[in-house]
């Protein structure tokens, strides 16, 4: 009886140890939660990439966690930055800093690559990947470029970084933005002197072209108005010239047929030329009708 008590008891034994086993050898990764297959006996890292769920993996194992979904860094002087600005040199030598922020995701095939080179740390690698490939591209800049020129200077850092990550890491850089550039205090006062000249040198081109546009109409419409007095002046100067010529025209038919008559009549009465002038004389009194004549008598 003993005997069968004891059976029982191992049984029991065994029966508790392989469920503690198997419950042991299950283990569950998050939603948004890659991992990698972590033999404790053996030290050794599996190459197979699980993804979220319930997996039976062996109670002497555990899982390696890494994040699936995008995860955000950001160089920033707020206090929920993890992270400082990024301090750079211009290519004139000038000390600038960089509030940038990107986000990154791990590609699930790189992932066994990224955990054997760079283990579960891989996060500040991300940083000073970040900060090195930043500071490679503001030494090819002037304080000034990165004053009028940020957005493109952010493009090229933003090209950069994702190829430094992909290449090296196997990150995917999904976006990165250049938010900010502080420049020194000195530079900046006097790169807004320059803009505020440069406004002044411009309103004052524009005032200029609008002036000489002015002055070029006014001396348009001068000559309109010329063309117009011109041919005014043209219309009335033939108008007299022809009105003129009428008057001599009809007055040189009067004289001609008054010179004509006093010929007829020289012939016709047999006058000769003191007796046509007596003649015209009488004429001239005959027809005159004012109130006083002086005669000459001769």
């Not at 190459?47 to 699936?68: L, R």
């Not at 001396?219 to 011109?230: G, R, S």
């Not at 040189?252 to 015209?280: C, H, M, P, Q, V």
């Amino acid at each position: 009886m003993a005997d069968n008590q004891t059976i029982l008891a191992c049984v029991g034994v065994i029966i508790v140890g392989v469920v503690i086993l198997v419950v042991m050898s299950f283990s569950s990764l998050e939603y948004a939660e890659y991992g990698l297959e972590y033999d404790k006996m053996w030290k050794t890292v599996g190459t197979s990439v699980y993804t979220a769920g319930i997996h039976m993996i062996g109670p002497m194992s555990s899982f390696v966690k890494y994040p699936s979904n995008a995860k955000t860094i950001e160089f920033s002087a707020t206090d929920s930055s993890t992270h400082g600005l990024i301090e750079c040199r211009t290519s004139d030598g000038l000390k600038v800093e960089l509030e940038v922020t990107f986000n990154y995701e791990i590609q699930k095939e790189y992932l066994y690559d990224l955990y054997m080179n760079f283990g579960e740390n891989y996060e500040g690698f991300i940083v000073n990947a970040a900060i090195d490939e930043t500071s490679k591209v503001a030494t090819n800049y002037t304080a000034y470029n990165f004053f009028v020129n940020r957005s493109d200077i952010g493009e090229v850092v933003a090209e950069y970084v994702k190829l430094r990550m992909n290449k090296d890491m196997g990150i995917l850089t999904t976006f990165f933005k250049l938010k900010n550039v502080d420049l020194p205090d000195d530079f900046e006062d006097a790169l807004q002197q320059t803009q505020v000249k440069k406004q002044d040198i411009e309103k004052a081109e524009a005032e200029k072209s609008k002036a000489i546009i002015q002055m070029q109409t006014n001396v348009t419409k001068a000559v309109e108005n010329t063309k117009i007095i011109l041919n005014e002046a043209y219309g009335t100067s033939n108008a007299t010239t022809s009105a003129s010529k009428s008057e001599v025209k009809t007055y040189n038919y009067t004289e001609r047929n008054t010179i004509d008559g006093f010929k007829n009549l020289k012939t016709s009465a047999n006058l000769d030329n003191e007796g046509l002038l007596n003649y015209i004389k009488a004429q001239i009194i005959q027809n005159y009708e004012g109130d006083n004549m002086i005669i000459s008598i001769s």
